[in-house]
């Protein structure tokens, strides 16, 4: 089979999905002609397409060989050095690229994207790139999503925004760019404002490619994150709760506790009234009934109501009665912490309908970082302060309380870090990340033997 004959069957065979059998007619052609640079590149790109970065380095280095100006080689060879984090390497081979192809966009945003990340970033160079890129194709609607994830990367939203809506002027259809609209209402749309507005650009975008992963995996990720958050209400109410009663007098308590106590449900009822509203028909009925959801949701009910008994119980005049209610209360943050694994493992396993996610890890690093930066500190110095409150064994609820979540979060985070663990190298860095999740994990378990003690010990007046 001629090579160029083989090179365009298996253009068409990836095209429509059929990577193996685009492999097997290059690997066919290339008995005939073992070291034609054209078919080395291609199937050097079908490797690092499948994740196999150093067979894509092995077969582009083969291709170098053959001929050493081969532009598409160097570029594949920057990409699988980036990906196996030689970004000298990969910087060297792009700029080689450049050099031969200089008029060429997609060379441009490769440029852009070996400057924007790895440990030396270069900002300057890769906007430089990304308006080289720009301007060789202003019309082009990919250029401007490889431009928008470009200025994502270099945290530049406005930017980004702006190549968004311009990729989508040109091709109102662009599944990457719709994705990442998407991506962008939600994340700055406020909570209920860009939630709706998200699910409304990916329903429109899956009615025109109902498999779009991305699409489909961004819908899960909205889905999942809304129902954490029934989870997170239990946290909230009882974190709130316990701070309120070390300071505030039992008769504020005994007008707060009802007002709370009504506010749960109505937030569990806005989340999942807005839910049905918005996905598809049946997406939220489905998901809801795997067992796994269904135990978890049970577990968030009966949590709350152990929290609304806590809190009852805490306003008494009863010495006993206080400490009781501040075990309880505890108790119920407990069992919504077990509720909250259980959503945010089922997430994480999807079922056939959905995609493999790709944010959970994000997600709850994320909230692992703002608890630590802005709650921790405050609940540190709460404990310090409690000898001045009304009921100072209560700030053992609050330590508690807040060494679950943070646990939770800890173990979420470690979850999702070990589904994607082939991403990362064994590295000094690696280990100093385990050992210091680790070291948090023994600080909340801490926390929570100290705020126990503090309950049991602690002074109730």
Not at 59 to 75: F, K
Not at 97 to 126: F, V
Not at 201 to 215: E, K
Not at 298 to 320: E, T, W, Y
Request: with cysteine; aromatic share 8%; charged share 20%.
């Amino acid at each position: 089979m001629p090579v160029q004959v083989a090179l365009e069957r298996a253009r068409v065979a990836q095209e429509i999905g059929r990577i193996e059998e685009a492999r097997r007619i290059l690997g066919t052609a290339l008995l005939a002609a073992p070291e034609d640079p054209a078919l080395l590149v291609a199937l050097a790109d079908i490797a690092y397409e499948l994740d196999e970065y150093d067979d894509s380095l092995r077969l582009a280095g083969q291709a170098l060989r053959a001929n050493p100006d081969s532009s598409g080689a160097h570029h594949t060879a920057a990409l699988a050095y980036a990906m196996l984090d030689e970004w000298d390497l990969a910087r060297e081979h792009g700029h080689t690229a450049a050099r031969l192809r200089p008029h060429d966009a997609a060379t441009a945003l490769l440029l852009a994207w070996l400057h924007s990340g790895g440990p030396r970033r270069d900002t300057e160079q890769a906007r430089a790139a990304v308006a080289h890129a720009t301007a060789l194709a202003p019309h082009d609607a990919h250029v401007h999503f490889s431009a928008a994830q470009t200025y994502r990367r270099l945290s530049d939203s406005g930017a980004a925004e702006r190549h968004i809506a311009a990729g989508l002027r040109i091709d109102p259809t662009h599944t990457g760019l719709l994705g990442m609209q998407a991506r962008a209402e939600f994340a700055v749309g406020g909570v209920d404002g860009g939630r709706a507005a998200a699910i409304a650009t990916l329903r429109g975008l899956l009615a025109n490619v109902p498999t779009d992963r991305q699409a489909r995996r961004l819908l899960a990720e909205v889905h999942w994150r809304a129902l954490l958050r029934l989870a997170a209400w239990v946290w909230a109410f009882a974190g709130c709760y316990a701070a309120l009663a070390m300071w505030l007098p039992t008769a504020v308590l005994r007008v707060l506790s009802p007002v709370m106590f009504v506010a749960l449900p109505f937030a569990w009822f806005g989340v999942f009234r807005k839910l049905r509203e918005q996905l598809p028909p049946g997406y939220l009925r489905d998901r809801v009934m795997r067992p796994r959801v269904v135990i978890a949701l049970v577990a968030v009910a009966g949590s709350a109501v152990l929290v609304d008994l806590g809190a009852v119980a805490m306003r008494s005049d009863f010495v006993a009665l206080v400490r009781l209610g501040s075990i309880v209360l505890v108790s119920g943050v407990l069992g919504a912490a077990f509720g909250h694994l259980l959503l945010f493992t089922a997430w994480m396993r999807p079922g056939s309908d959905d995609p493999d996610p790709d944010d959970g890890e994000d997600f709850a690093g994320f909230q692992v970082v703002v608890l630590g930066l802005f709650v921790v500190p405050l609940v540190i110095v709460s404990a310090f302060l409690r000898g001045w409150a009304r009921q100072p064994a209560v700030c053992g609820a609050l330590v508690a309380i807040v060494g679950v979540v943070f646990l939770t979060l800890l173990l979420e985070t470690a979850f999702a870090g070990w589904r994607d663990r082939q991403n990362y190298r064994r590295s000094w860095q690696t280990l100093v990340i385990v050992l210091v999740v680790l070291a948090m994990m023994a600080g909340s378990v801490g926390a929570l033997w100290w705020g126990g003690a503090e309950i049991v010990r602690g002074e109730i007046s």
